[in-house]
């Protein structure tokens, strides 16, 4: 029997970046897209070009990059924002504006302080100037799972009439609940007479947990698009997780009537990426990507499994990109191999200058740790795109001393805009000794809230990768480090933080009005 395509619209670097703290830059971003588009997403939101120059430049760049898939700018439905989005996806092959605006009585009231009227009448406007930039067009309810029935059935035709194709149906605030939001789904393309001339998509929030089950359970009831993000990133809670998403389609296909384009063996490099730029690790027992997602711990499963696997698995490790951990590079690895697994992982250099670069730092990282992994590159390449040689602050020198029966020690050198500033302070470990000692040079006012070590690979000789989270006056950040030695991976994190919230660029948020 064939199936229905199911549209797989993925967020991550635009619902996925509104997670706090997980700003994303232009090169990350294109590295994702990268991945993303080597796994047959079908449809890419690159971000919310309206929200600040940066924002703009990473559209653009991701519809520069990305052939396969379709692009997508975020916009209100105001001409600035739809202007701004269609100027940064000139450059996509395929480009697609979605535009939104609220329409539950709760959000028209008190956050935008509109009639429905008005509503009704900008959501045509914005539909039918965003069809002067591009056939695809995708709009969205904000709040629909607390919009009025009679309401959403008024303005999806009206604006399916005005052009849109794609029509969206959020749960914004994650208050949806599976039976009754796929019967909504199923209501609404029964009872809007031009259904037939859009694809119904959903776009769920995980505030209850809920955001998989609800995206499926509309599928089940006719929604053809789910939107979702690579490790469930996402505002809050999160959105539904695309290779949950994905997943249970393809595994319940009993159950399903649809089947996704996507390949499969790209979901845990990619989810490997994400979890690396952003700093949000993976918590072990998530499904699919977890590090204990396919581990049996008790005897009698293992039994069970050596005897006939699927007696407890239900999906193959190796069909979800388990096992692509390949040992790459070492020591003797040439330039040639080097740049060619570069290549491989969809990873470009703006110039020779830095591959070069990467190249130097391959070297001294196969010095220090005999086997190079796919995830050591990808590490090793955040911190040569990054090295922003206008950051204010520098490491230049860190000695730590850390011996039983003493207090630990710092002592630290900074290149702070061209000036080698120097500090010493003790701590209660090494690295606590090192960020009071950048502290002393810096007074920098900010809050630490998140500090976490993850082992990018297995083995003692692994780089340690940290993440630390900063917050100052309301802006939060996170900054990454990855190092063999932990403390001077910590120290990395810290200024990289720093270095980040100190900046001026702020970027505004697609749900607040007025921006
Ligand atoms: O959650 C939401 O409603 C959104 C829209 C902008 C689609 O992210
Ligand atoms: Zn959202």
Redesign the pocket.
């Known amino acids: 029997m064939t199936k229905e395509r199911l549209i797989i619209f993925d967020?991550t670097l635009?619902?996925g970046e509104?997670s706090p703290g997980a700003s994303m830059t232009k090169n990350e971003k294109v590295r994702i897209a990268k991945a993303l588009e080597k796994m047959r997403v079908d449809v890419i939101e690159a971000g919310f070009a309206i929200a600040s120059v940066g924002d703009f430049e990473a559209v653009r760049a991701v519809a520069e990059a990305v052939k396969e898939s379709t692009v997508c700018s975020?916009a209100r439905a105001n001409v600035a924002d739809i202007e701004r989005a269609a100027e940064a996806l000139r450059p996509a092959k395929t480009a697609r504006i979605?535009t939104?605006i609220?329409t539950s009585p709760i959000h028209m009231k008190y956050k935008l302080k509109m009639t429905p009227e008005t509503v009704h009448e900008q959501a045509i406007k914005a539909v039918k100037l965003a069809r002067q930039f591009t056939h695809d067009v995708e709009f969205?309810l904000?709040?629909?799972s607390r919009s009025e029935f009679e309401f959403m059935c008024r303005i999806i035709e009206s604006v399916i009439d005005a052009g849109a194709n794609t029509i969206?149906i959020?749960?914004?605030?994650g208050y949806g609940e599976p039976l009754e939001y796929g019967q909504m789904i199923g209501r609404l393309i029964q009872n809007i007479p031009n259904s037939d001339k859009a694809v119904f998509s959903v776009?769920c929030?995980n505030d209850l947990g809920l955001a998989v089950a609800n995206s499926l359970s509309a599928v089940v009831n006719g929604a053809r698009q789910v939107?979702c993000t690579i490790n469930g990133l996402?505002?809050r809670a999160g959105?539904a997780s695309l290779e949950e998403v994905v997943m249970a389609v393809k595994t319940r296909r009993d159950v399903f009537p649809v089947e996704t384009g996507i390949d499969t063996t790209q979901i845990v490099p990619a989810s490997r990426l994400v979890a690396s730029v952003t700093g949000f690790p993976v918590q072990p027992n998530k499904a699919i990507v977890g590090a204990n997602a396919f581990a049996h711990e008790s005897g009698i499963h293992q039994d069970g499994v050596l005897k006939f696997r699927e007696t407890y698995e239900i999906m193959r490790a190796e069909d979800v990109g388990w096992n692509t951990n390949k040992l790459v590079l070492g020591k003797h690895s040439g330039r040639a191999a080097v740049k060619a697994r570069f290549e491989e992982l969809g990873i470009e250099f703006a110039n020779q200058d830095e591959l070069n670069e990467a190249f130097t730092r391959f070297k001294a990282l196969a010095d220090k740790k005999h086997e190079i992994f796919d995830e050591d590159l990808q590490a090793l390449v955040t911190d040569v795109q990054e090295a922003h040689i206008e950051d204010l602050y520098q490491l230049e020198f860190l000695e730590v001393t850390s011996k039983t029966d003493s207090t630990p020690k710092a002592k630290i050198a900074l290149n702070v805009g061209g000036e080698i500033k120097q500090a010493e302070a003790e701590g209660s470990g090494p690295v606590d000794a090192t960020y009071r000692a950048i502290e002393a040079i810096v007074s920098s006012d900010t809050n630490l809230q998140l500090y976490s070590v993850n082992a990018i690979t297995s083995g003692t000789d692994s780089q340690g990768e940290v993440t630390v989270r900063l917050e100052k006056g309301g802006r939060i950040v996170n900054g990454l480090g990855a190092d063999t030695d932990i403390v001077i991976a910590s120290a990395k994190a810290y200024l990289n933080a720093l270095n980040i919230i100190l900046s001026k660029s702020v970027r505004a948020h697609?749900?607040v009005e007025g921006v």
């Open positions: 967020t635009r619902d509104q975020l979605h939104f609220a969205s904000e709040d629909a969206n959020p749960d914004t605030v776009h929030h939107e996402g505002e959105n697609p749900q």
